[in-house]
């Protein structure tokens, strides 16, 4: 088992830092007054000394960035998901690496102590992780021994629904992490197989069941005979409220009832959601957008969504949508953009939203229709 660390971002604060150091230098006479902060010294215990991200000195006269721990000026790191828990990276990240997959994951205080770095037995890195207060993943064998003494998730499921008399056909198991995850088969096509897998962190299980491009359900359950009991309304094609009555745990998604009704009111619901969110925006360009585009019908019938702030159309009502069929920016205080697409070529600018919607319509293609269930590639 090893231990492995590395400081995210470090060349690119090392150059900044270098950069802004070297310049005061110049201009300070050859020698730098107020030297600029560099890098903790984390890196070099991981191994980025000279040459890798910090460069080298060039002259008794060059200025060298002193080494900082402060918290003010630390780079910023990335967010890290461990299992279920989002920690924000504050300090240098660190994983621990066995059989294949990360077992330990965390984040070590300022200043990493050297004994993180080289080859450690699983109890010598659980008992780093713990003095340090790193956070860790349990070993999925721990935390779930009924499931690891059937071998998989997938068997459990059918051990549990075989226990409450029924059947959950071929239960697929996951061949990494076959402790954690599952897939239950659909019998009906409008239906993906329902994911469930299993907390990282804590002992639970949760479900999420997509049909069509669109997420209908989802939930946690603490009992694994809730989620086999979900998992066979699912597989039977038991209406979405009748799954909820029946496995009060299972939550439905925004779209999930008017997916159910067809493409026409999944449209229709998705555009009411785009105009309350837009009610919600500080942002009077972008409202008067969404307003204008839902009042011309030749738009209104196309799937809207944003990205970006752009408002987008789709000749499909699910993900992965259609290529843009059009789309629309709103700028702040500057008018508005209409584009082929997101990145394509741009047809025009106008002042006002209705002048935006006018020319997006002028651009439309001759034989587009209402939008259609489904994904992009149930139409190729």
Known sequence: MTVRGEAPHARRYDAQAWRRSCSRSQSSGGAARHRTPGPPPADRACGLGAGHGRPRDTGPGTARPPRRTDRTHRPRLPRRRTGTALTIATAWPVAVRGQGRSTIQGFVPQPRPAGLCGSLCAAQARAIAGRLGIVTTPDPADLYPDVAAIGSLAAALQKAAIEHGFELGAVAANEREPLLYARVPSTTPLRDALEVHAGHIERYWSISGWGRGIELVSGTAQELSE???AAREWRDGTPLRGIQRSTPFVE????????????????????LWMRQDAEEAPWPEYRALIEA??????????????????????????????????????????????????????????TTAQEAVSLAVGHLPTDIGPAVAGTREDYR
């Open 227 to 229: 989620v086999a009991k």
């Open 293 to 350: 585009a839902n009042a011309e019908p030749q738009l209104r019938q196309l799937f809207p969504y944003t990205s970006h702030w752009s408002l987008r159309l789709s000749a499909i009502a699910g993900f992965r949508f259609s290529a843009d069929v059009l789309c629309l920016e709103a700028h702040r205080g500057s008018g508005y953009v209409v584009k082929a697409s997101w990145q394509g070529a741009v047809l025009g600018e106008t």
């Open 252 to 271: 439905l998604c925004r779209l999930a009832e008017a997916a159910e009704q067809g493409p026409t009111q999944t449209v229709s619901e998705q555009w």
